[in-house]
């Protein structure tokens, strides 16, 4: 950002109804890689006329994938909620199994689907990861699993979840929906507990369109998700095991490798808007980025920033709101919290009295937009934005509150 716009705050839209950026800047616009080689596998794709069930691109994206963690076992599948699915039934679990409520619905969803009850332990505020020692309280009999979120690509600690999952005889899973290109202590995530899921939806800064990636060490667990990808069929006719479609399509795999040969240009990206971020939101007080640790590899995808409330003067959602009328999408993930979602709030209405720092980030936290489709310049006029609505934090509330409910 330049001087000169540092010292003249820009004149918000909140008062003057002209936004800053005239298309919406979304949280999550797709990355695509280089169209000519997606073009090319199309055409390759239907010159075969193989478009789905394990062909030939699936296989090649399971490969490099497997190169790319450093894992024995790849199974594509058509998203990551259904790969949490089948990962989740083929480690057998059930009863209970320990999950944060500070994640996308989807973690929960894919347990409560299958009639297993999940529960919710807080998180530490520092890292916005499930914290083990409040996992260790929530363990009963009935607890089969541990279900942690890799939250942001900033990897859980893992060693504390294994611990207790070794000593309390939990298996240990983990929701990497946002860590693939990730590492923990020098290692891809990917390659830790008895399973990991990866998301390769259009938003997450790698995608297939739609898709995901279980990764296993275990040979007998990726049998048995690789069965109950398709159907359970091991051969013509022949289904040994119950199983769902969780198939990924080749025109997805297609997408999936074109993009993922272009990661490198993508993270650099994300790497210069978030320094961008760091520079722009610099000595604001109350304002906290989200920061990655410089000493493991990160993909940057989502630019975090938590708003407190007490010394801005200014709450997160009435900033959220000051954007949204500049057209930039900011969204508040994962407010309220996966526990104040149906049918969680209906099952375990005082659920949050345990969830202290799940409620207080959640009130807090704004995502903003990053991605190959932002560029430094616009980083550069969101930061000022954010300046210009907590330099006069009283009267922009005051404005916003007169609006109507968007
Ligand atoms: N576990 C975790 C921790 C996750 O974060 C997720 C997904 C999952 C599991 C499940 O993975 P999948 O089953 O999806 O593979 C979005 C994504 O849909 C979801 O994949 C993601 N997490 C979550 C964090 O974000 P919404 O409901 O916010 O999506 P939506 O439709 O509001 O889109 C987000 C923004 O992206 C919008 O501003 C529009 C923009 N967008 C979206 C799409 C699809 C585009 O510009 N182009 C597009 O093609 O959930």
Redesign the pocket.
């Known amino acids: 950002m330049h001087a000169a716009e540092k010292n003249s705050p820009p004149a918000l839209a909140v008062f003057t109804g002209k936004p800053a950026f005239l298309e919406p800047l979304?949280?999550?616009?797709?990355n695509l890689g280089d169209r000519k080689r997606l073009y090319e596998r199309f055409d390759q794709m239907l010159d075969r006329r193989w478009l789905s069930n394990n062909g030939p691109l699936v296989k090649e994206f399971e490969q490099e994938i497997a190169r790319h963690v450093g894992v024995k076992h790849v199974i594509c599948v058509c998203?990551?909620?259904i790969g949490?699915e089948i990962a989740i039934r083929a480690a057998d679990l059930e009863g209970e199994v320990i999950v944060p409520a500070y994640?996308?619905v989807?973690?929960a969803h894919a347990l409560q689907w299958q009639a297993i009850t999940p529960v919710f332990a807080d998180i530490d505020p520092a890292t916005h990861n499930i914290d083990p020692a409040r996992v260790e309280r929530h363990i009963t009999p009935r607890t089969t699993g541990i279900l942690a979120?890799h939250v942001w690509g900033r990897s859980c600690d893992i060693e504390a979840l294994s611990d207790i999952a070794r000593r309390r005889g939990l298996k240990l899973m983990f929701?990497a929906?946002?860590a693939f290109g990730c590492s923990h202590r020098g290692r891809m995530i990917g390659g830790f507990g008895l399973a990991e899921v990866f998301?390769?939806?259009?938003?997450?800064f790698l995608n297939s369109f739609?898709g995901?990636a279980i990764t296993t060490d275990d040979d007998a667990l990726a049998a048995r998700i690789r069965l109950m990808t398709n159907f359970g069929f091991a051969g013509f006719d022949n289904v040994i095991h119950i199983g769902t479609n969780g198939k990924m399509t080749e025109a997805c795999a297609a997408m999936g490798l074109t993009c993922l040969e272009s990661i490198g240009e993508v993270i650099e990206v994300n790497r210069r808007n978030h320094a961008a971020y760091a520079e722009g939101l610099a000595d604001l007080h109350g304002v906290k980025l989200v920061g990655y640790d410089d000493t493991e590899r990160n993909n940057h995808q989502y630019v975090v920033v938590e708003v407190d409330e007490t010394a801005t003067g200014l709450c997160r959602d009435a900033l959220v709101r000051v954007l949204h009328a500049e057209n930039v999408?900011a969204?508040k993930?994962f407010w309220p919290g996966a526990h104040r979602m149906e049918p969680y709030r209906s099952f375990f209405p005082h659920a949050g009295l345990l969830l202290p720092d799940t409620e207080r980030i959640a009130e807090r936290v704004v995502v903003l937009p990053t991605g190959t489709a932002v560029s430094v310049g616009d980083v550069g006029v969101i930061c000022g934005l954010i300046r210009a609505a907590l330099g006069d934090p009283a009267r922009v509330d005051e404005r916003v509150r007169t609006l109507p409910q968007g």
């Not at 979304?26 to 797709?30: F, L, N």
């Not at 998301?199 to 997450?204: C, E, L, N, P, Y």
Request: hydrophobic fraction near 30%; aromatic fraction near 10%.
């Open positions: 979304h949280v999550g616009r797709p998203n990551a909620t949490l994640t996308f989807a973690t979120t929701d929906a946002h998301s390769f939806h259009a938003t997450k739609e995901g999408l969204r993930y």
